[in-house]
C-alpha cells in the first residue's frame, strides 16, 4: 500500500500569513493527489485535484504543486475561515490513501 | 442540488452486523464511482472501500476486508456498506463520497454528512 506522510502535524498561524503544507508518497504516484479542508463534525471538502487544480468554487488562495512523491498545499494569505484541519489523498491506480492530517490553528 | 445522505449508523454489540445506506440525487448516480471512508472520534480519515458504477468491481482495505460488502442499487440511487462481525475498531462517522468524474477514478467531490456507527457491548 502506498503511504501518505503529511508535515507538519499542526501549525499555528496568524491571519495573513503564508501557509504551506507538505505531502510526501511512499512511491510514485505522478499527479493523482487531492487536498481536503475539514472542519470539526463536517465532512471534507474537495480543494485541489490531480496536484494542481482547484476545485470549482475554491478561493483562489488555495494552490497545490508538487509531482512524484512530493506535494504542498500553499494558502496565499490566511483568512478566518481557513483555520481547519487539511488533508492530502492519493488516488494512484486502484489504490486510496489519505495523510494523517494537518490541523492549522491560531496563533 | 447534488447530494449524498448517509443512514443506517447506531449502536451495536461486537460480533454484530449493521448496514449502511447512502442516497444520492441531483446527479446519474449509475455512471459514477462510489467510496466509503471512515473516521474514528478525534483521529484522520480511513478509506475503507469503492465500488464501479455498475457495481461490477470493488475493493476494500485490509482492515475490512472479509468482514464488509459494498453495494450499490442504480435503481434506487443508493449505494450500501453491509458491515459484519464489528470491532471496536470499526467504530467511526462513516462517510460516502462521489468520485468527481463520471468512470473515472478521481478525487472525491461530493460528500454525505457522515452516519456514526458505535461499537460497544
Known amino acids: 500500500d502506498i503511504q501518505m506522510t503529511q508535515s507538519p502535524s499542526t501549525l499555528s498561524a496568524s491571519v495573513g500569513d503564508r501557509v504551506t503544507i507538505t505531502c510526501r508518497a511512499s512511491q510514485s504516484i505522478s499527479t493523482w493527489l487531492a487536498w481536503y479542508q475539514q472542519k470539526p463534525g463536517k465532512a471534507p471538502k474537495l480543494l485541489i485535484y490531480?496536484?494542481?487544480s482547484l476545485e470549482s468554487g475554491v478561493p483562489s488562495r488555495f494552490s497545490g504543486s508538487g509531482s512524484g512523491t512530493e506535494f504542498t498545499l500553499t494558502i496565499s494569505s490566511l483568512q478566518p475561515d481557513d483555520f481547519a484541519t487539511y488533508y492530502c489523498?492519493?488516488?494512484?491506480?486502484?489504490?486510496?490513501?489519505f495523510g494523517q492530517g494537518t490541523k492549522v490553528e491560531i496563533k | 442540488e447534488v447530494q449524498l445522505v448517509e443512514s443506517g449508523g447506531g449502536l451495536v454489540q461486537p460480533g454484530g452486523s449493521l448496514r449502511l445506506s447512502c442516497a444520492a440525487s441531483?446527479?446519474?448516480?449509475?455512471?459514477?464511482?462510489m467510496h466509503w471512508v471512515r473516521q474514528a472520534p478525534g483521529k484522520g480519515l480511513e478509506y475503507v472501500s469503492v465500488?464501479?458504477?455498475?457495481?461490477?468491481?470493488?475493493y476494500y482495505a485490509n482492515s475490512v476486508k472479509g468482514r464488509f460488502t459494498i453495494s450499490r442499487d442504480n435503481s434506487k440511487n443508493t449505494l450500501y456498506l453491509q458491515m459484519g462481525n464489528l470491532r471496536a475498531e470499526d467504530m467511526a462517522v462513516y462517510y460516502c463520497?462521489?468520485?468527481?468524474?463520471?468512470?473515472?477514478?478521481?478525487?472525491?467531490?461530493?460528500w454525505g454528512q457522515g452516519t456514526m456507527v458505535a461499537v460497544s457491548s
Open positions: 465500488i464501479t458504477g455498475t457495481g461490477g468491481n470493488t
Open positions: 441531483g446527479f446519474t448516480f449509475s455512471t459514477y464511482i
Open positions: 490531480k496536484a494542481s
Open positions: 463520497a462521489r468520485a468527481r468524474v463520471p468512470g473515472i477514478h478521481d478525487a472525491f467531490d461530493i
Open positions: 489523498q492519493q488516488y494512484n491506480s486502484y489504490s486510496w490513501t
